[in-house]
């Protein structure tokens, strides 16, 4: 299957400074991407959906001024936390659409820690 | 909210087969059922997904109820790498739109026990 890489998979900041993560799509092109939080021990939650060439879909609840979303490219999305605090680390995980019916991948993830 | 219910956690014996139930009684005529597992720390990953009749890959098997109100995945000779929590999710089979979403319940905790 189409494979979904996420970089950094790890990263450990201070509280105030901003971290980008980034999802590629590495063999396929990806016009809608999603971005997904996941606290310890509870499910996905969606944030937002980012569209290529558009400005992203942000879920009720979420601030988009926080969680910059940029999809300039069919491959390339990211995942800017701005002004990060300890209550944002979480596991950060994307996915992106494919061709077919149905079709979702999904990234690795990316472990955030804000000291 | 997720339109699945599943139980929060289940053993199963390395080498046995591992069935796992997911009731989604609301469901509609046109909606598949989605199976994806996590393993711990690690993105999901998709298992297997259908509509009203069963369905196999080489990973596994749906089953689905007539009255498609229910299904069971079935992992036929599971391993201890098959630990992982699994999501049953019901969505439309096309990218339009709100099927586009996937909602999350908290899925089956499934321990493979040597």
């Known amino acids: 299957g189409a494979v979904v890489s996420q970089h950094p998979s790890r990263v450990i900041c201070k509280s105030g400074t901003s971290v980008k993560i980034e999802c590629r799509s590495l063999d396929f092109q990806a016009t809608t991407m999603f971005w997904y939080r996941q606290f310890p021990k509870q499910s996905l939650m969606l944030m937002a959906t980012?569209?290529?060439?558009?400005?992203?879909?942000?879920e009720q609840g979420v601030e988009k001024d926080k969680f910059l979303i940029n999809h300039a490219s069919l491959t390339l999305s990211t995942l800017t936390v701005t002004s990060a605090h300890p209550e944002d680390s979480s596991f950060y995980i994307c996915s992106a659409l494919g061709l077919g019916p149905g079709e979702q991948f999904f990234g690795p993830g990316t472990r955030l820690t804000v000291l | 909210d997720a339109k699945t219910t599943q139980p929060t956690s289940m053993d199963c014996a390395e080498g046995r087969a591992a069935n796992l139930p997911c009731n989604h009684s609301?469901?509609?005529?046109?909606?598949?059922v989605y199976w994806y597992r996590q393993i711990h720390s690690q993105g999901p990953q998709y298992i297997i997904h259908g509509l009203k009749n069963n369905e196999t890959n080489e990973m596994a098997s749906l089953i689905i109820t007539e009255d498609r109100k229910s299904s069971t995945l079935i992992l036929p000779h599971a391993t201890l790498r098959d630990t992982a929590v699994y999501y049953c999710i019901v969505r439309g089979d096309n990218n339009a739109g709100n099927n586009r979403k996937l909602i999350w319940g908290l899925g089956t905790s499934l321990a493979v026990n040597p």
């Open positions: 980012s569209n290529e060439g558009s400005k992203a879909t942000y």
């Open positions: 609301t469901i509609s005529g046109n909606e598949y």
